[in-house]
């Protein structure tokens, strides 16, 4: 018996050693081969965590922008309404405009002839072109350009032509202008 409890008990010792080993073959072929993954899974985190941190502060600029959204509009509206004539009172406007800048600038005016065109991306607005002449000398055009720039209405000069008269020594400007009338609200 006394045999029998010393085989067993050697058994016994060796079956832990075996279980020991057994353990440390399982750790290094299929737990250690893991630390790199590991690795890579700990940067794709930081990756994913820095791409909500990117998120995140997109969502708060654009929820920003939808809070100060009326504000901005209100700015938008009042900056048509102060640069922008309405049509019902656009022609009589420009036209005292160009007929004050000539003055101011001693040139002489020519007929303004309008066209209209639809704006497509801003169903509010009516675009106006405006041609005309104006004769002077070359100072005095110079100054006359400079009053358009500086109105309080909005002007884009799209074609210039300068031409030399003989005759009477001044420059003749044709002028190809575009401005814009806030629609008539119907």
Known sequence: MAGWRRYMYRVFWLVVA??????????LVIVRP???????????VAALEAQVARTREEVQ???RIVRELPATRKQLDDFLVQ???????????????????????GVRPGRANFRSYVVREHPELVRKEITTTVEGGYVNLLRFLEHLERSVNFYLLDRLGLVSTAT????????????????ART
């Open 61 to 63: 600029r654009l929820r």
């Open 34 to 44: 893991q630390r790199p993954r590991a690795r890579s899974e700990v940067a794709a």
């Open 83 to 105: 640069r922008f004539p309405s049509e019902e009172a656009g022609y009589s406007v420009v036209v005292a405009e160009l007929e004050s800048a000539a003055t101011d600038s």
């Open 168 to 183: 009477s020594g001044t420059l003749k400007l044709d002028l190809t202008i575009q401005t814009y009338f806030r629609q």
């Open 18 to 27: 075996l279980l020991l080993i057994a353990d440390v073959v399982i750790y």
